[in-house]
């Protein structure tokens, strides 16, 4: 070592702020009920494990992925009825397609705009690649504030907006009205993110030929294939176009390509394990609410957020009796003693509500 230049540490190289980011944290969850993250409870029937198996044994993972992932693109634009003329970009996750999104516009100034509370990753990603982050805050009760999130564009002229549809982690959607007053006042792209569109009764998909900057990302995560790592973004060829030069070439690999196609070859299977689920969180509503001190907002996706007093220590009850879900409080101000559950089958549901109600009494 030179004796001439300094010591390097971690603080005199990465930028600032990056140093300033608290990682995305994912507790430990073994032998624990499962509901943080909004995956989905259900295994699959076995004859469908038994095709994704001899689908594995054969598979070249000696190869590199197709590219272009044709077919895969081809189950997704069927299963989606992507309106002709639109097209495809795929990502490890809808994260990493949120990624490419603000790689691609993050001129110097550019700003990301979107609303709070909504999904950490936006604004996450906005400090990875340099980005001014712009966050307007929800009315009280988690509806858009439609005249101060239009100030906000009219003012910060925001290169991209993400629109969470049904919205992470209050569970609503916003009206698709205003949604539209939004796409069409922005000066730059709008992403209508429909992670949760399985459970959610509407779409802007059909829309996509509507707007010139309107783009749809979805994700498979949430209907029952958040190991496999994968999403989409939908919209015109003009914007995907330039996108995919950013993608690395390889993204999706060989069997999450190959399973995912095989699973959406039985896409009625997973929406119907989503139905399910959707009768369940009615149920999971009507339990919470009936919780004295619980307070449950109505949900369009497979969580429910709730607010219980003093729900830090709610949250800690719960995961000494065994049930993992996750907590808001003190993550922004309007999600004060809020926590969010996922809903899970019918026996971790009671449990948890079982757990809930036990924490609760100990709490008194
Ligand atoms: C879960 C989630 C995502 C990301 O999902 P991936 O697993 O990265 O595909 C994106 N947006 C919202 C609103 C989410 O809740």
Redesign the pocket.
Same mark, same amino acid.
């Given at each position: 070592m030179s004796s001439s230049r300094y010591v390097v540490v971690p603080e005199r190289l990465i930028r600032q702020e990056i140093l300033a980011l608290n990682a995305y944290h994912v507790p430990p969850a073994s032998d624990m009920i499962k509901l943080d993250?909004?995956e989905n409870p259900y295994s699959l029937p076995q004859e469908i494990r038994d095709e994704i198996a001899q689908l594995v044994a054969d598979a070249a993972i000696n190869r590199y992925p197709d590219a272009g992932a044709s077919q895969l693109k081809a189950s997704i634009a069927k299963v989606t009825n992507l309106p002709p003329g639109m097209d495809i970009l795929l $990502?490890? $996750? /809808? %994260?990493? =397609? =949120?990624q490419l999104l603000a790689l691609a516009v993050a001129k110097p100034g550019a700003v990301l705009l979107s609303i709070e509370p /909504? #999904?950490v990753?936006y604004k996450m990603i906005a400090a990875f690649v340099g980005m001014k982050y712009v966050g307007v805050p929800l009315a009280q009760d988690f509806s858009l504030d439609l005249t101060a999130t239009l100030e906000a564009i009219e003012r910060e002229q925001p290169a991209l907006v993400f629109l969470?549809y049904p @919205? @992470?982690p209050t569970g609503n959607s916003f009206y698709a009205a205003a949604i539209k007053q939004i796409i069409e006042a922005a000066p730059g792209l709008v992403v209508v %993110?429909e992670?949760?569109y399985a459970f959610a009764r509407d779409s802007f998909i059909p829309h996509l030929a509507h707007y010139d900057n309107l783009l749809v990302?979805r994700? #498979? /995560?949430?209907l029952g294939m958040?190991g496999l790592?994968? $999403?989409f973004l939908a919209g015109a060829t003009a914007w995907l176009g330039q996108l995919e030069k950013l993608r690395l070439p390889y993204n999706v690999g060989v069997l999450p390509q190959l399973v995912a196609a095989k699973l959406l070859a039985h896409h009625d299977v997973l929406l119907a394990q989503a139905e399910s689920i959707k009768q369940l969180r009615s149920k999971l509503l009507a339990a919470l609410s009936a919780i004295n001190g619980v307070y449950a907002y109505p949900s369009d996706?497979n969580f429910i957020l709730f607010r219980v007093a003093h729900a830090t220590q709610v949250f800690e009850g719960l995961q000494q009796r065994g049930v993992l879900i996750k907590n808001l409080n003190g993550g922004h101000p309007a999600l004060l003693d809020c926590l969010r559950v996922t809903v899970g089958t019918a026996d971790e549901n009671q449990k948890f509500i079982a757990a809930l109600q036990d924490t609760i009494r100990g709490l008194l």
């Open positions: 993250a909004m $990502g490890n $996750g /809808s %994260d990493e =397609i =949120i /909504s #999904f990753m969470a @919205n @992470n %993110d992670a949760y990302m994700t #498979f /995560s949430k958040a790592r994968l $999403g996706a």
